[in-house]
Antibody
Framework: EVQLVESGGGLVQPGGSLRLSCATS????????IDWVRQAPGMGLEWLAR??????????EYAASVKGRFTISRDDSRSSVYLQMNSLKTEETAIYYC??????????????WGQGTVVTVSS | DIQMTQSPSTLSASVGDRVTITCRAS??????LTWYQQKPGKAPKVLIY???NLESGVPSRFSGSGSGTEFTLTISSLQPDDFATYYC?????????FGGGTKVEVQ
């Protein structure tokens, strides 16, 4: 069974840092792209970052809103993906989800999601 | 960035109704559009990928159509389990972007 489990959320002060983890199981992580998506309270979904698979050199993409402050990384040996978040702002209070991109040829949707981890940025 | 505009933002309907949600992209995204369903306190769940392909395990009352810049999600006969929020997402260009969501509520 494919599973993604986020952890590492919590309360952090504005300007602070937090590192989120996404533990995966049920599939070979190195074969897959993994993304982070967030959802502020009562709001819609916002894509944040992507790490491509081994075949694509583990390259990364970021949303402009987080580029330079957030870093996505992965450790396939630990079946985990991380999101290092620095210089956090109050408006980044949200549920943070990791998701797996489908590897069925020609499809690009997120076929599995974690349950999310809550990040609260407040003084 | 490609803007994804969903309409309506809220839809009131009854069990058995046919429901249609529209998603418009600010530029062509070919067919690289996905529809997700999200219930309160839960992660999104994929319904339709590549505009018109039904995800495995999703009831056949859900269907998707469209290409280019205009897409629709149709629920042929609304069921009690379908009251939720629906999002479209484009996968054509970075940054990946979502529509603002359509909440389907009980009339």
């Amino acid at each position: 069974e494919v599973q993604l489990v986020e952890s590492g959320g919590g309360l952090v002060q504005p300007g602070g840092s937090l590192r989120l983890s996404c533990a995966t199981s049920g599939f070979v992580l190195s074969d897959y792209y993994i993304d982070w998506v967030r959802q502020a309270p009562g709001m819609g979904l916002e894509w944040l970052a992507r790490t491509r698979n081994k075949a694509n050199g583990y390259s990364t993409e970021y949303a402009a809103s987080v580029k330079g402050r957030f870093t996505i990384s992965r450790d396939d040996s630990r079946s985990s993906v991380y999101l290092q978040m620095n210089s956090l702002k109050t408006e980044e209070t949200a549920i943070y989800y990791c998701s797996r991109r489908s590897e069925i040829s020609g499809t690009y949707h997120f076929d599995h999601w974690g349950q999310g981890t809550v990040v609260t940025v407040s003084s | 960035d490609i803007q994804m505009t969903q309409s309506p933002s809220t839809l009131s309907a009854s069990v058995g109704d046919r429901v249609t949600i529209t998603c418009r992209a600010s530029q062509s995204i070919n067919s690289l559009l996905t529809w997700y369903q999200q219930k309160p306190g839960k992660a999104p769940k994929v319904l339709i990928y590549k505009a018109s392909n039904l995800e495995s395990g999703v009831p056949s009352r859900f269907s998707g159509s469209g290409s280019g810049t205009e897409f629709t999600l149709t629920i042929s006969s609304l069921q009690p389990d379908d009251f939720a929020t629906y999002y479209c997402q484009q996968h054509e260009t970075y940054p990946l972007t979502f529509g603002g969501g359509t909440k389907v509520e009980v009339q």
